[in-house]
């Protein structure tokens, strides 16, 4: 997992430099075309700004490795998502499920580890509903609904919550629910990754 995140990490880094680097070739070979046909000016300025690029991309790449922002999310990626959880009703069986999901598989973790606002479960048979509260590498679960504020929402009977949950629903049959309004989703990327944490 730690070597994932900061091989993850630093490719990302690499490709950031090595985007500049092809703006700055095409601009070298565009000023070398420009000088065999005569276009000396153009060709020579071309050419500066092709290699000045060129070298602002390696050293920003090295630059963004060898960052603060860069160590401290590479830290925080080889940090265990905590979760909290109300020892009681539907909070507790949805806590249980997310701990138990996370300590199987730790790099799910970095699904929602960035991931900050409140997702509300509902179980319509079951006349029970559940907060999951995500807060940047916290997911703290609580019955009810939030008091105040925006949150999205997954509501549906509790055959049709436990699909959902262990993967069992595919995009297709996920599609046929919410067109027959038997699951109601309320923020959809919330909803996605919050399936993906848990299957």
């Known amino acids: 997992m730690k070597w994932g995140s900061a091989f993850r990490l630093a490719v990302k880094a690499f490709l950031f430099g090595l985007l500049w680097v092809v703006i700055g070739a095409l601009l070298v070979t565009g000023g070398v075309f420009m000088f065999l046909t005569g276009f000396r000016i153009l060709a020579f300025l071309a050419g500066f700004a092709g290699l ?3 070298f602002f991309g390696f050293f920003a ?3 963004k490795v060898g960052s603060d922002a860069f160590l401290e999310k590479y830290e925080a990626s080889l940090q265990p998502v905590e979760v909290t959880y109300e020892n009681q009703g539907f909070a507790m069986i949805l806590g249980q499920l997310i701990d138990q999901a996370l300590t199987k598989n730790p790099s799910k973790g970095n699904l929602v580890r960035d991931l900050e606002g409140n997702l509300v479960v509902e179980v319509t048979d079951m006349n029970a509903a559940a907060t999951v509260e995500f807060n940047k590498g916290r997911i703290t679960v609580y019955n ?3 008091a105040k504020g925006k949150f999205s929402i997954i509501s549906s009977d509790f055959e049709t919550i436990n699909s959902l949950a262990t993967g069992k629903a595919g995009m297709l049959k996920t599609l ?3 067109a027959t309004g ?3 989703i309320k923020g959809l990327r919330m909803a996605r990754k919050f399936q993906s944490l848990l299957a």
């Open 176 to 178: 046929k629910l919410l």
């Open 52 to 54: 000045f690029i060129m």
């Open 182 to 184: 038997k699951l109601k």
């Open 61 to 63: 790449a090295v630059f």
């Open 144 to 146: 009810g609904m939030p």
